[in-house]
């Protein structure tokens, strides 16, 4: 792989006028929290541990004592342990605008380290913080001085009222698949029936692709292209399969009180009503740490002082929002890269 010639005159030139922008959107976003009372927080990125989703990958290191000793730790992946933290130590309302790490990803819209917006709004429903994500998006809209987003073709209104689609909706309108169907009673995943299901809805597998890695292929083949076109998307209300950080949803214990704002068929933020039983959060990343495992021959720690926080956390909701990407989108641009000043090599 080749350097990135972003540091050449005339290509730096052509580039500033969108990362003046970017400038601008980070500092209207700050003004923003602050006059809602909002705190901003400068999390440390040396974790005990980077986060435990199966998919994520960290960047590792070691740190070495005066003694030397030894021991393993990583760059985060979000800022969200750190944060809720800090919510469960007293802190109401916190928001960092944070650099994360995030390894075997690169693409148009991934950079192996980018910017993550994330805030918390403490003892306030699910419901505020979706409104949050899309008055941010909104402002940026503003001030980049535009009506509409664009992105490869798809045109989206950032002033329209937002359209708000549950999971299961979205997967029985866009793929003809019924996704209540193939989970038990208590939200366990029947691979089996999702499976029969993608066949039936001609979506190739493979034979040890998981209930959710079926569940993936689903949303980035059939549901994700098609959200946010004209008017932004809320997709709400996930499997609680695909929602390891988030509460289940007091009508519903199969779905999660988890949502992703969607412009233009990109995915913008990533939301919950945050899970804060300690137990079964330890449960749900022992078993994401095995698959981890299984699939890749790693697994990361978990935090216990983490789990131990969310005994101390109060009901909360909070978003982590990608601004690169809104950056991007705000900008005219094509990929995430054109938006960050200093691009990884």
């Known amino acids: 792989m080749t350097a990135s010639p972003w540091w050449r005159a005339d290509i730096h030139a052509d580039r500033r006028p969108r990362l003046l922008l970017r400038n601008r959107i980070a500092a209207a976003l700050r003004a923003w929290f602050a006059a809602r009372d909002f705190v901003e927080i400068d999390p440390a990125a040396l974790q005990v541990s980077p986060g435990n989703e199966t998919h994520l990958h960290a960047f590792s290191t070691e740190e070495i004592g005066i ?16 944060l809720k933290k800090l ?36 003892g306030e429903p699910y ?4 409104a949050d994500s899309v008055a941010l998006v909104r402002l940026a809209a503003e ?6 987003f664009a992105f490869r073709g798809r045109l989206c209104d950032a002033a329209a009222e937002p359209e708000r689609l549950p999971v299961t909706e979205a997967f029985a309108r866009l793929a003809g698949i019924d ?44 549901v994700e292209p098609r959200l946010g076109i004209g008017r932004p998307t809320i997709l709400d209300r996930y499997p609680v399969p695909e929602a390891a950080l988030a509460r289940p949803c007091p009508d519903d214990p199969r779905l999660a009180e988890r949502f992703e704002l969607y412009v233009c068929g990109v995915e913008l933020a990533n939301g919950f009503g945050e899970l804060t039983d300690p137990a079964e959060q ?3 990343f ?17 935090d216990d002082e983490f789990i131990s926080a969310l005994a101390a956390m109060p009901d909360a909701s909070g978003v982590a929002l990608g601004l690169d990407r809104l ?14 000043w200093t691009p990884v090599a």
């Not at 007293?90 to 192996?112: D, I, K, M, Q, T």
């Not at 022992?286 to 978990?302: H, T, V």
């Open 87 to 122: 919510v469960a130590a007293g802190e109401l309302r916190p928001f960092s605008l944070a650099h994360v790490y995030r390894n075997r990803e690169r693409s148009p819209l991934h950079h192996p380290e980018f910017t993550m917006l994330e805030w918390y709004r403490t």
């Open 143 to 148: 001030i980049a001085g535009r009506d509409d």
């Open 282 to 284: 330890r449960r749900r």
């Open 179 to 222: 996704l209540l169907a193939t989970l038990s009673p208590t939200g366990e995943p029947d691979r089996a029936a999702l499976a029969d299901a993608c066949g039936e809805a001609g979506i190739r597998i493979a034979p040890d692709d998981t209930w959710s890695d079926m569940f993936s292929r689903v949303l980035v083949e059939k």
């Open 327 to 340: 950056v991007m989108l705000a900008a005219g641009a094509e990929r995430v890269t054109d938006v960050i």
């Open 127 to 130: 419901d505020a913080v979706i």
């Open 286 to 302: 022992e078993a994401d740490m095995e698959e981890k495992a299984r699939l890749y021959g790693e697994r990361y720690p978990i």
């Open 67 to 82: 003694g030397g000793g030894r021991r393993a730790l990583h760059l985060h992946t979000s800022p969200e342990f750190a």
